[in-house]
């Protein structure tokens, strides 16, 4: 049995399995497995195979159903059900795309020391940056130090660690460098030498160009590329990691967190790939290099070097969009005790560790 009830220019039917919805120029089907709420829609009546609707219909009220995009063309159904899928895709693809456009940056680089004072002193006195604060926290047995070259605010920097007793750290092999711009790589390995620092690589000459680049070690066994470049606002420009998989790490890289890929090269001669991924031009920003060495997938992270941060809009999307891309959630979003800043921490597929940061939790903290 079939009963209709008819609003002008909108009907809504009822049969024993879907109710049907018409308007002048089409109808659709919507299954009674189906919650559906509106202001137009009162109660639906049961009686047996017979099923009555009652329409609360009011022109002002009128296209609040199809605003809502609760009535769905017919061919969207396929036997009387609707594709549960379609729901949770529109959320995806908005946390996606709303990370496409979240405001981040990468704040600051963390890893272990065994001697913060004796590391402070040569970042300052040979790579030159600036001791920006350092703070002691006897309670959980460690302090901490944020060097770079300029302020926390719009600089990225490095956020050394020492744990009290602990003089070395197992660094591994999936760490690869830090990059620094310099001037004059030259002279700068020249001051390295003379404040006792150790150069693993003497400056050469970057293949098909004129610049210069060298490897220095700090005195913890963490190696510096230098490069040489005119003045930058980002002289600390590079972070590099291995990887096992280079066109997997891209797309994370990509969706998750919102990079752009900078540029990619591939050294078949020295059987390696290289992708830079940043927020902005490599010249300007720091970024972080992704190396692809030619059938090596796994690599020993060791248990100095720690995490990235970078500073975001939403801890909680964030999260949600690093879920919807393969990484792992390690650190639910929410605040930390005490400070109350609103972070989320995160592993890549390979398990390199970031740190999402709450952009204004991350200034307040500052002061």
């Not at 693809?93 to 001697?115: A, C, F, I, P, T």
């Not at 002193?121 to 300029?150: H, Q, V, W």
């Not at 660094?171 to 711009?181: E, S």
Request: net charge neutral; hydrophobic share 35%.
């Amino acid at each position: 049995m079939l009963r209709t009830v008819t609003a002008p220019s909108l009907s809504f039917s009822s049969s024993s399995t879907c109710l049907i919805v018409s308007t002048q120029n089409k109808s659709y089907l919507i299954p009674h497995s189906l919650k559906l709420t509106s202001p137009l829609i009162g109660n639906v009546n049961k009686s047996n195979s017979n099923r009555t609707v009652t329409c609360n219909y009011n022109p002002s009220r009128r296209l609040a159903l199809f605003q809502l995009g609760a009535v769905i063309p017919q061919s969207q159904f396929l036997s009387g059900t609707l594709a549960p899928a379609k729901s949770s895709e529109v959320a995806d693809q908005n946390v996606l795309e709303w990370v496409k456009n979240d405001k981040r940056r990468m704040l600051h680089v963390v890893y272990s020391v065994g001697d913060l004072d004796k590391t402070i002193k040569f970042y300052t006195e040979c790579l030159g940056m600036k001791l920006l604060r350092k703070r002691d926290i006897p309670e959980d047995r460690y302090s901490n130090a944020f060097l770079g070259y300029g302020p926390e605010d719009t600089n990225f920097t490095v956020e050394l660690t020492y744990n009290y007793g602990v003089d070395k750290y197992d660094i591994g092999d999936g760490f690869g460098h830090f990059g620094i711009a310099v001037e004059d790589v030259s002279r700068t390995v020249d001051l390295v030498k003379a404040k006792g620092g150790k150069v693993t690589r003497e400056p050469v000459p970057v293949k098909g160009g004129s610049t210069k680049i060298a490897f220095v070690e700090d005195p913890n066994g963490y190696k510096f590329e230098l490069l040489e470049r005119g003045l930058t606002p980002e002289p600390l420009c590079q972070v590099m990691l291995r990887v096992g998989d280079l066109d997997r790490s891209i797309n994370f890289y990509k969706k998750s967190f919102g990079m752009q890929l900078l540029r990619r090269r591939d050294n078949p001669e020295y059987k390696y790939m290289v992708a830079l991924m940043g927020y902005g031009p490599e010249d300007k920003n720091a970024v972080l290099e992704l190396t692809y060495n030619y059938g090596i997938t796994e690599y020993n992270k060791g248990n100095g070097y720690t995490q990235i941060a970078i500073g975001t809009d939403d801890v909680y999307k964030s999260a949600e969009a690093v879920k919807q891309c393969g990484g792992k959630i390690i650190r639910e979003p929410g605040p930390i005790p005490v400070i109350n800043t609103k972070i989320t921490a995160c592993l890549d597929p390979d398990g390199w560790k970031s740190v999402f940061v709450d952009n204004v939790d991350f200034l307040k903290e500052l002061e």
